[in-house]
């Protein structure tokens, strides 16, 4: 069809670099799939039918559009422990208060060095310590781990999802050798459910490449359209 471009061939490097020596490296999201639970996918009807008679319980990851979901974006996980005690409302402290012991490596508390508060909100900010460098063609997308209160049941915060975009320069591009290029820092803004408390490598957020509003438009294929473009 003309009018399209051709991105068959588009590849744009996303460099990535420790803000902390703690950080641990992104990650593809690994989902619970199991590779001999047999596929419906190409099953016909009849197969399908003998097989939930046979007590065959059907999971997320058995869906194709869920598993593809794993080799997309990557998996940001927490560097340190943390504890969060913060209530929702943002005014109170949860008790029991902090221990004077747990303040001394900073990170167990609400000091600044990994955990930050947003002023009176009970949101909590957590820095992951991964800083990505990506071309300004795209976008880069923080986002909540998706399915996650079935992978993760037990999760007692959200992520507040946020697109970054050179739009938005509050985070500076330190090498001059990456002049096309602009950069995402970590913070992974949390809302707290409960007093939380998170362990070094506990899986928190995904980041994802996208492409900017102004790089596509939405139309709707009419009849129309169909009629007068040549066919391949």
């Not at 869906?63 to 109170?92: A, E, H, N």
């Not at 800083?131 to 997308?141: E, L, N």
Request: aromatic share 12%; proline share 9%; hydrophobic share 35%.
């Amino acid at each position: 069809m003309s009018g399209i471009p051709d991105i068959s061939d588009m590849q744009w490097p996303i460099y990535w670099e420790r803000e902390y020596t703690t950080a641990i490296a992104p990650e593809r999201l690994k989902l619970e799939m199991n590779p001999h639970r047999p596929l419906m996918t190409n099953m016909p009807l009849s197969e399908q039918r003998k097989l939930a008679e046979s007590g065959y319980k059907v999971l997320p990851d058995d869906c194709g559009p869920v598993r593809m979901v794993s080799q997309y974006g990557w998996l940001i996980r927490c560097p340190v422990d943390c504890k969060l005690r913060r209530t929702k409302d943002g005014f109170k402290w949860q008790a029991p208060e902090i221990k004077p012991e747990e303040r001394l490596l900073g990170y167990k508390s609400f000091s600044g060095m990994y955990v930050d508060t947003i002023l009176n909100s009970g949101y909590a900010k957590l820095c992951c310590g991964i800083r990505f460098y990506y071309p300004k063609q795209i976008g880069i997308m923080l986002k909540d781990i998706p399915n996650h209160f079935y992978h993760y049941p037990d999760r007692t915060f959200s992520v507040w999802e946020g697109i970054k975009s050179q739009e938005y320069k509050l985070t500076p591009n330190l090498y001059d050798f990456l002049p096309d290029y602009d950069a995402f820092v970590t913070n992974v803004l949390l809302q707290l459910n409960k007093p939380t408390t998170l362990k070094r490598g506990d899986p928190v957020a995904l980041v994802v490449p996208v492409l900017l509003p102004k790089q596509f438009r939405l139309e709707e294929l009419t009849p129309e359209r169909k009629q007068s473009s040549p066919q391949s």
